[in-house]
């Protein structure tokens, strides 16, 4: 039996914490059963569910690694859209009375274009979209990692590896496409 504080609570921080459907284990482990996985009744109890947790942690540090690539690509994609835009905006200016809203084409107007794109909202919400759907995952992987189950642990990682090979090309041809 463990010592009771004057006010009746356990203060002993050695063992374990007795959760309402398991144990929370606060050192790397391999155990089977107790460890909570973002829900309350989300507690993997037998080796099969276990395996299923860690499958599906493992597809879900893929489709991390699928979004990361997918984001890439349209950032080029949307790179592009913007410097035909400006530059079909600088073309119907230059055609319009020879009024010019927009200055016209020069290096440095080509060099702050490189620098700051215009906000075009089909492109800069779904970048927002993605942005926020990618910080999401990142904060369930970081809870999970939280759990310290080893197994949970070693799916993640794995699966962000293997999501890198798969699709890790993508996202840093993406970058280099300019």
Known sequence: ?????????IMSMDGSMDLASGNMLTYLHFTVGGDILWFQGWVPQGPGAMFGACVGLFLLALV???????????????????????????????????????????PGNVFLMRRAPP???????????????????????????????LGFIISIVVGLGVGETLFGRYAHAGTTLH
């Open 64 to 106: 991390d690694r699928w979004i990361a690539a997918c984001r890439a690509m349209m950032e080029v994609h949307w790179a592009k859209r913007a410097q035909i835009a400006y530059a079909n905006k600088l073309n119907a200016n230059e055609n319009a009375d020879k009024k010019r809203a927009v200055p016209p084409l020069t």
């Open 119 to 149: 906000f075009i909202p089909a492109h800069d919400i779904v970048r927002g979209i993605l942005h926020a759907g990618q910080a999401a995952l990142t904060f369930a992987f970081m809870l999970v990692v939280m759990t310290f189950q």
């Open 1 to 9: 039996m463990q010592a009771r504080d004057s006010n009746g609570m």
